[in-house]
């Protein structure tokens, strides 16, 4: 087709998408199309601003490491992430989930601990969490068996894949679930944390005069045949930031009670207090048990 006016791109355009074989890839690169043609219609799109956008969009791929995902940060940052987590969880956005963000940070192949272990693999100052978490599925049956790997940041809000001052794998593990579906183990309370700023994301951030920090949350991944994977992250709900997750990821049925203690620890005498306490209920779906593909390595 030859085009002669702007009116007649889109429509010729979108004829060659729709000739597409494969039925949903067909139906996303037609929506796409749609949108992204009103999109550069609606804001009158220049030259110099495409120019610059396709520019951006080498530089994110371009910043992508081992150690760090910039698409990962970007799509969370504008909220994309979360709205696909919550349209496909959760009745597809009905009801709430215990369904939430992977995140940037996750890592295969973290150490198997047993249950009333510690995560903690190097000298890691900060004040003494212990998680008694249990997972069940909808109609609250415990579910035994399920493979728990979690993992956060560091009380100097890092991660031990950015700190070279951690141990590898630290504040990472590997947990499997009793008869009665619990999992429980011992770390150091996490704090919130800035999402890294050197890059793209760092200059949107910026330009909006939006701050870069994540409430503190501990994430968490289980896997379980005939459940659908659940990727979850439980958050402090007394962290200064919870009402403005720079990554849009809280949610009510996300935030847990993380529970101050100043006496002494019942059961480890090196605790004289104070310490923390977490407890939360890990809600699974059923459907096909799939490990996403990591974010670094």
Not at 20 to 49: C, G, N, S
Not at 80 to 100: F, P
Not at 175 to 183: I, V, Y
């Amino acid at each position: 087709m030859v085009i002669k006016t702007e009116s007649d791109l889109t429509p010729a355009v979108l004829a060659v998408m729709n000739r597409t074989e494969d039925p949903r890839l067909r139906e996303i690169l037609v929506a796409m199309v749609k949108h992204l043609h009103a999109f550069v219609r609606e804001v009158r799109l220049t030259e110099v601003e495409f120019r610059e956008a396709t520019a951006i969009l080498n530089e994110i791929g371009k910043l992508h490491t081992d150690h760090h995902n910039e698409f990962v940060l970007m799509a969370g940052s504008l909220g994309v992430s979360s709205l696909v987590c919550l349209l496909n969880n959760g009745d597809r956005g009905q009801t709430e989930t215990s369904q939430s963000l992977l995140g940037p940070f996750w890592r295969l192949n973290s150490p198997r601990v047993e249950n009333g272990g510690t995560i903690i693999r190097s000298e890691t100052p900060g004040t003494p969490l212990f998680v008694h978490a249990k997972v069940v599925d909808r109609d609250g049956k415990p579910i035994a068996g399920a493979e728990v790997d979690v993992w956060h940041a560091s009380p100097v809000g890092l991660y031990e894949n950015q700190d070279p001052d951690q141990a590898e794998m630290n504040l990472r593990g590997k947990f499997m679930t009793d008869e009665q579906g619990r999992f429980w183990f011992r770390t150091v309370k996490m704090v919130g944390y800035p999402i890294p700023v050197d890059g793209v994301v760092g200059r949107l951030l910026k330009a909006q005069g939006r701050h870069p920090y994540r409430p503190a949350h501990l994430h968490a991944l289980i896997f379980k045949h005939g459940y659908k994977t659940l990727i979850s992250q439980v958050f402090d709900p007394s962290d200064p930031n919870i009402d403005s997750d720079v990554q849009f990821g809280v949610t009510a049925a996300l935030t847990g009670d993380f529970t101050r203690h100043e006496e002494p620890h019942p059961t480890e005498t090196d605790i004289p207090g104070p310490w923390f306490s977490l407890d939360y209920t890990y809600v699974m779906e059923p459907g096909e048990a799939v490990l996403p593909r990591p974010p670094i390595k």
